[in-house]
């Protein structure tokens, strides 16, 4: 079992240090308790969709991001991801990619870690085939 541990530990120092965001369940708890102190907000808008990417100061000194879409009153089929780029916002690679039948969903608040420079975090999402709207990048 201790083996197990370090040899997770590794992987997640690992993918940090080559990628900056890694998904973890090391801190699952600190929201349910209020532990996480809430930094950070941006927010985009567009056919009565609004989509807002939220970052997340927590116990463990690391920066959690969360996607939120909340579509318009008749929207359905609601989709959230976060876009974590090193270059500005050239390129990025999408994570945390989570749909609902509903109008609104929000990708897992506990388990992205987002740990700054290079990396920049937005979220994008859309709705009931609605064009896909973005937040400004993080």
């Known amino acids: 079992m201790h083996m197990k541990k370090t040899v997770g530990r590794i992987a997640i120092a690992f993918a940090v240090a080559i990628g900056g965001v890694v998904a973890t369940s090391g801190t699952a708890n600190a929201y349910g308790t209020g532990e996480c102190k809430y930094s950070k907000e941006r927010t985009g808008s567009g056919n009565g969709d609004t989509v807002i990417l939220q970052i997340w100061r927590c116990p463990d000194g690391h920066d ?37 039948p509903s ?36």
Not at 127 to 132: E, K, Q
Request: proline content about 3%.
């Open 64 to 100: 959690y991001a969360r996607g939120i879409i909340s579509g318009s009153a008749s929207a359905s089929k609601a989709r959230v991801w976060l876009d974590d780029s090193i270059n500005g916002g050239k390129s990025w690679t999408a994570r945390q990619y989570t749909t609902s």
């Open 103 to 138: 109008r609104s969903t929000q990708t897992p608040q506990n388990n992205l870690l987002y740990d700054g420079s290079p990396h920049k975090v937005r979220a994008c999402g859309d709705t009931s085939g609605h064009r896909t709207i973005c937040t400004a990048w993080y």
